[in-house]
């Protein structure tokens, strides 16, 4: 066999990485090489200024070390018994990439996956090798993203963290079995117990900072994982149960929802088709409420269908909708946690309605100025010169609210 190229790898490697959701690069801490003469820097709020429109960050490198792979993961492209294209990048090959690629001002991090070679902790050193090459060697100071492997040594795992701003490890399935099943290699109950570390060693590092400024740093951006949805029969009820608990449990930064992708030669335990990209979407919709909006799990699955969220309209607004005694709500009297609640309210909206109260009441001109969509809003809240009637009552308020069908254009990108 021939030889690859470096670019050639890189057409590989990069399109092998694509599977990957989890790639946003905030919540790291801010660095400016201006002042340390060292290369590469990063905002506050991360380093990515350009987003894709599924909301993913599309300014870091982002592809894997090797899609070589000793694990047979049936839903995995890279897997072993897969007939893909195969390579392999160095370590020394990926630092220069990176610094390639930043000093041409194409991306400001990186983001750095791995199929497993040898042994889990022989890819782990090699992950591990980049940053501290980019780190130490090259005095890199834009974002390194590192997705790294449960069954590698745990001492592997805090060195990565002293290079990478964030680091993940993919819970892979929202249910053990089917983990089991789907992925004989990888073990559920070792995946969250290496989650466990992770956030603990995370949250020791933050308060070290606390007390002392020059303490170590150790993966400021947190944590993260990926779910796979539509790969298993796991409904949406349990796939926001599993996050709610990863949350809860393991102090995570994100869970990314990724909606599986058929692929060749696949496996009869998958399935023939890919789920609708806006079950993920609705699922990101969904996590949000769980984590800004006070919503439970409960909550969010009120007036589900078989265990799934309505795809024809937000999760929001499905909660309003099925609970309408609890509308409407008063703009100039009522608190954050029950504005919050009002479909078409976000938290910056709530937050201006807020601040804007204090001096007058709020009319429908203010609500106007002050929502993206005041129309979705109407039905649920009183203003100073505005009330809904009876609205709530009308049993077509689910079709007048619901998004408008959208003619297919042939020649959309």
């Known amino acids: ?7 050639e790898k890189l057409a590989i490697l990069a ?13 790291s801490t801010k660095r400016d090489s201006r002042k340390s003469g060292s290369v590469g820097s990063t905002g506050g709020m991360g380093i990515c200024h350009s987003y894709a429109p599924d909301g993913r960050c599309i300014s870091l490198l982002k592809i894997l070390l090797t899609n ?7 839903y995995c492209i890279n897997r072993s018994s897969s007939n ?3 390579a392999a990048f160095t370590v020394q090959e990926v630092v220069d990439l990176t610094l390639d ?11 750095l996956s791995s199929g497993i070679i040898r042994s889990p902790d022989y890819t782990m050193e090699q992950l591990v090798e980049v940053a501290r090459r980019l780190r130490k060697v090259h005095r890199f100071a834009g974002y390194i993203h590192l997705k790294t492997i449960p069954e590698a040594d745990p001492d592997l795992l805090k060195e990565a963290g002293r290079y990478a701003d964030r680091l993940s490890i993919n819970i892979e399935l929202p249910d053990d079995k089917s983990i089991a099943r789907l992925a004989p290699e990888k073990n559920g109950s070792l995946i969250r117990k290496t989650m466990a570390g992770l956030g603990k060693r995370i949250g020791e590092a933050k308060a070290e900072r606390k007390v002392s400024r020059k303490a170590p740093m150790f993966a400021p951006g947190g944590h993260s994982t990926q779910m796979i949805i539509g790969a298993d029969p796991s409904d949406d009820g349990k796939i926001l149960t599993t996050s709610h608990g990863l949350y809860n449990g393991y102090g995570l930064k994100r869970v990314y929802y990724s909606a599986f992708s058929p692929i060749p030669d696949a496996s009869s335990g998958l399935p023939l088709k ?4 806006l079950r993920e979407h609705r699922l990101y919709q969904a996590d949000w409420l769980l984590r800004f909006y006070g919503f439970s799990v409960a909550d969010i699955m009120t007036g589900a269908t078989q265990g799934h969220l309505d795809l024809t309209i937000d999760p929001k607004l499905a909660w309003a909708l099925q609970n309408r005694d609890k509308f409407p709500v008063n703009v100039n009297l009522a608190d954050k946690e029950t504005l919050l609640r009002v479909p078409g309210l976000g938290t910056t909206g709530v937050g201006k309605i807020l601040r804007a109260r204090r001096f007058s009441a709020l009319r429908l001109q203010d609500l106007e100025r002050i929502c ?20 709530l009552d009308s049993l077509s308020l689910y079709d007048r609210l619901k998004p408008a069908p959208q003619q297919m254009d042939l020649f959309a990108a």
């Open 274 to 277: 890919a789920p609708p990209l």
């Open 84 to 86: 893909v294209r195969r």
């Open 1 to 7: 066999m021939s030889k690859l190229s470096r670019p």
């Open 15 to 27: 399109d092998a990485a694509k599977y990957d959701a989890s790639c946003a690069s905030s919540g």
């Open 101 to 111: 690629f930043y000093k041409r001002n194409y991306i400001e991090g990186l983001f």
């Open 372 to 391: 993206q969509s005041v129309k979705k809003i109407l039905p649920f809240v009183i203003a100073a010169d505005w009330h809904p009637g009876k609205q």
């Open 68 to 74: 070589y792979c000793m694990f047979d993961c049936l």
